[in-house]
Structure formats: C-alpha cells, structure tokens
C-alpha cells in the first residue's frame, strides 16, 4: 500500500488574490494601531511641545494654520512611534509564511534588534546631540540677528535629526546583513579600522555643529563603538558559517 505524502505548505502555491487580501488587512491593523496612539498622544501634546521647545526657550508660528497643524503632526508622528512595534509585528506576520523554518529563526531577532536600534539612536540624538547643536547654533544670535524660530521648521529638523541618528545606529546590523552575503569580511574591518576612524571623525567635525572637541566626540565615540560592534557581529556570523559547513 503506497504512502501518501503529505506536501510542505511552503512548496504549495497561494493564489494572488488570498496575497494581496492578507496583505490589506496587514496594513488596515497597522493604519488603525497608528491612528488610535495618535488619538493617545494627542491631549499630550502642550506638554511635548514644551519639552521640545525647551533648548529654544519659546517656538512661533507664522501662519493662523501651523499652531493646530503642527499638533496633529507631531502626534501622528509619535503614533507611529509608539505603534511601530506593533506595525513590525503585522510585517513579521505577513512575511513568515513564505519563509523557510531557518529563515524564521534569524527575523525576529533582527526586527527585534533593528527597532531597539533605532529607538536608541533617536534617543541619542534627542537627549545628547539636538541640546549641544542648538546651544551652539543659537550662541550666533546677536541684537541685529533675533532668532525667531518657526515651529513646523523646527520640528522638521528635530525629526530629520532623530531618524538620521535612528539610522546610523543601525550600522552593525547592516554589516551583518553583508557579511552573510560574503561582501564584507571581518579581516577587513579590522585591516580598515584606521581608515574608517580617520573617516568617522572627518564625518563628526562635518556634521556636529560645535567647533569643539566635545561635541564631535559626542558623535564620534558612540559611531566607533557600533563600527566595533559590526566587527564583532561579522565575527560571529563567519564563525557560524564555518561552523555549518563543518557539520555538513
């Protein structure tokens, strides 16, 4: 009596149509998690745009229009912060049923680290570098140059600020994502590592605003020590590349 055997869910084909129905509900779940902590953090909204507005002392605006649109704004913008990880988890989902069993184990991890990341790096930058940026960038004010700032540029500029430093900080992770892919070794970073220190801090007095030491240190330190980081992850990726191979 011939077996019969069963198929891997994986190898069988999904209709198109069932795709894009997962795909739709996906993102209605995400759009209505960021909606409703928007609603949540919209009665907080005076006391953040006071503890935003604290490096300048006071923010104005310079249309009837851009007090109340700068509220809705930054909420959205915090809603999505807040909702992120639950967004990420509605990504995770549609994702790992194409996924193969190894694969499922390693993404997680990543979407987990990557979020913590990048939380980190815009902490970093709200709490460290926007402070000492516009002390100095303010000290160039004088009795015929009145600073004046607007609220909507300068919200823009805190935001940019924030998601640049959310994404350098996610450097080890994207010397991991190469290594795996053999297109960065750990042998190079080490050889590089003087290049890439000489560079990381040629790229610290460019964009820290201060002329002095400690502002580009503020900088410089925390990227050699995710450059460090990245070696060390590349490390441990070969390493359990060679592993594998042994075994097999």
Not at 90 to 115: D, M
Not at 179 to 199: E, Y
């Amino acid at each position: 009596m011939k077996k019969k055997i069963k198929k891997n869910s994986i190898d069988e084909p999904v209709p198109l149509l069932v795709h894009l129905s997962e795909l739709r509900k996906r993102i209605i779940h995400s759009l209505i998690a960021i909606i409703l902590c928007s609603i949540i953090m919209w009665p907080f909204m005076n006391k953040v745009l006071e503890s935003l507005a604290r490096p300048l002392g006071k923010l104005v605006f310079i249309s009837p229009f851009e007090a109340f649109w700068i509220r809705i704004k930054l909420s959205f913008f915090l809603g999505l912060i807040l909702s992120l990880p639950f967004v990420l988890f509605q990504i995770w989902n549609f994702i790992q049923k194409g996924l193969l069993p190894r694969e499922k184990r390693f993404i997680l991890p990543l979407t987990i680290s990557s979020l913590f990341l990048f939380y980190l790096g815009g902490l970093f930058a709200y709490f460290l570098i926007l402070p000492v940026g516009m002390k100095f960038l303010l000290s160039y004010g004088s009795e015929t140059l009145v600073p004046m700032i607007s609220v909507s540029r300068y919200l823009s500029f805190l935001l940019c600020l924030v998601f640049s430093f959310g994404l350098i900080f996610e450097l080890p992770l994207v010397v991991g994502f190469l290594t795996s892919f053999g297109i960065l070794k750990s042998d190079g970073l080490k050889r590089n590592r003087k290049v890439a220190i000489l560079g990381i801090f040629i790229a610290a007095a460019a964009l820290t605003p201060g002329p002095d030491i400690f502002s580009q240190l503020l900088l410089a330190v925390p990227l050699l020590i995710l450059y460090e980081i990245g070696i060390l992850v590349s490390k441990f990726i070969e390493r359990r590349r060679c592993g594998k191979n042994r075994s097999t």
